[in-house]
């Protein structure tokens, strides 16, 4: 009999996890979120033949649409793909459905209960629930009331709930919160979902380290001299004006999706790979985690915003001219830091975490820069050998790459850096799942492994409260730096680093 090993039919084929029948109800259904991402995820999971015949999607707000205008206002957001599957998306459609409920009305929860049993009757979901929170950060505590209340989470075998950022705005509202949710349901049936944990290439940091006996042995602050992280966008605030003036790129970038990578690229190896020995040695890293200067925060952190720029004829506005914002405004769109992980593997190696948008290129990356060779042999007419470089590309380019010295070519003996790289794309002929399409499975399953656990929240939310506290308390001591629209922030960022000695990374 032939192996499944290595039948050759077999070789490059998904090797999926089943999802149980279910019915996945959506929250905020009327939002950008669930048009933008979540339906075309869902719909991404269908295709690929992932979702069982026994599925159904319920979608709530307050607005009072139909089941045919809720599938036919989906339908219109997805127009470009529909019509490429047209007959996937009708055999989808059919698990769609919408019922009106304002989260904060006793009888419209009884309601929505009611209809969950007439779905579960009429597409056979067995009563399995995962119910999604895509609504205003204030109503996440609320809303978890609401469906307790209703005693949709008391079978924690059978119901779960989906948490959209942020999670709290601070370490004392992230504990608050966590104490409600807890209240409300066990810790196994909360996932709060961080969509960048959901891309292949976040992933691959662990498959990078762990599976590969050439990089663990050195990935510790013997051979590491220091870690950039960086997560650059080219848009400005668009939209998204009403939430992002109270938030800032602090909240709305660094406190998740930097830190849950920063959890990934410094944990220590976990005895198996299962949830929670994952997830436990994020938490410690987390927990060791602390700003370069506790004292004073504000010399270890940089915060910019972005002003006009672009050319002559692609003007960009400043973030102050934006629809929505305050013309007055001290919220933060670029953010730039230094920070220590207090423990025996990372002691007195600086990780440098920045995020901004306006900036030249859109890109997330880790790049960890070795240090030098204890002597320089070779010809030193050129100057000092680059120190070797891992880069690990999380967006666009998803991949990695490893930069190193060989010999120049010439009769002398003069070095010059090359790269050796690896693109996801080139390697496996097809681009990898958006980073919704594997969380809202893994949610679905039942697998935490890629949410984030209560004290992870409390953890990321604690490292940076010296800095919200300047913010709030003592704004002068954290002023904003203006930096023109497509460049790479303001110079005081680059101050950061070149007091060390270094520069930032600008590919």
Not at 35 to 60: D, T
Not at 179 to 201: N, W
Not at 221 to 237: C, F, H, K, L, P
Not at 480 to 497: C, I, K
């Amino acid at each position: 009999m032939t192996s499944i090993l290595t039948n050759p039919l077999r070789v490059g084929l998904r090797q999926e996890r089943v999802i149980t029948p279910q019915c996945l109800v959506i929250f905020g259904a009327s939002g950008d979120l669930t048009h933008r991402k979540l339906i075309p995820a869902l719909f991404e999971l269908f295709r690929q033949r992932r979702l069982p015949s026994e599925f159904a999607i319920l979608g709530c707000a307050r607005r009072p649409w139909s089941d045919t205008e809720f599938r036919d206002r989906m339908q219109e957001a997805l127009k470009a793909e529909i019509n490429e599957h047209l007959q996937a998306w009708e055999q989808f459609s059919q698990g769609l459905f919408y019922e009106p409920v304002d989260l904060q009305q006793t009888d419209h929860m009884v309601r929505l209960a009611l209809r969950l049993e007439t779905i579960d009757r009429l597409r056979a979901t067995r009563g399995n629930r995962t119910f999604y929170l895509s609504v205003s950060p204030e109503f996440y505590g609320s809303g978890c009331k609401a469906l307790a209340s209703a005693g949709l989470l008391a079978d924690p075998e059978r119901s779960r709930i989906v948490i959209e950022k942020p999670f709290g705005r601070d370490y004392g509202s992230a504990q608050n919160l966590n104490r409600i949710v807890q209240s409300c349901a066990k810790e196994s049936q909360v996932f709060r979902i961080d969509h960048y944990l959901g891309k292949e290439t976040v992933q691959n940091i662990l498959v990078m380290r762990f599976a590969n006996t050439i990089f663990e042995p050195i990935w510790n602050r013997n051979y590491i001299a220091n870690v950039q992280i960086t997560a650059a966008e080219t848009v400005g605030v668009e939209e998204r004006a009403g939430y992002y003036e109270s938030a800032g790129a602090l909240r709305d970038m660094v406190q998740n999706h930097l830190t849950q990578i920063l959890a990934l690229t410094a944990m220590e190896p976990p005895g198996r790979f299962d949830p929670e020995a994952i997830r436990n040695e994020k938490a410690k890293v987390l927990q060791a985690a602390h700003l370069a200067d506790e004292n004073d925060a504000w010399k270890c952190c940089v915060r910019g915003q972005y002003g006009p720029g672009g050319t002559s004829s692609h003007p960009l506005s400043g973030y102050r001219q934006e629809p929505g914002v305050n013309p007055n405004s001290t919220t933060e769109t670029y953010v730039a830091m230094k920070v220590f992980i207090n423990n025996w593997r990372w002691q007195g190696v600086p990780f440098y975490l920045r995020t901004g948008k306006r900036l030249p290129k859109r890109l997330s990356e880790v790049v960890l820069t070795f240090r030098r060779a204890p002597v320089h042999l070779f010809d030193a007419a050129g100057g000092a050998p680059t120190p070797n470089q891992l880069i690990l590309r999380i967006q666009p380019d998803e991949g990695a790459e490893i930069k190193f010295e060989v010999k120049a070519p010439g009769s002398g003996m003069r070095s010059r850096p090359v790269d050796m790289a690896f693109n996801y794309d080139d390697s496996f002929g097809e681009p990898s799942d958006e980073g919704y399409v594997r969380l809202l499975a893994d949610a679905m399953l039942g697998d935490p492994t890629l949410f984030t656990r209560s004290d992870e929240v409390e953890a990321a939310w604690r490292l940076y409260t010296p800095l919200l506290a300047l913010i709030e308390e003592a704004p002068w001591q954290l002023p904003v730096h203006p930096y023109e629209a497509r460049t790479w922030g303001p110079a005081a960022a680059d101050s950061l680093l070149a007091d060390d000695g270094l520069s930032w990374r600008r590919p």
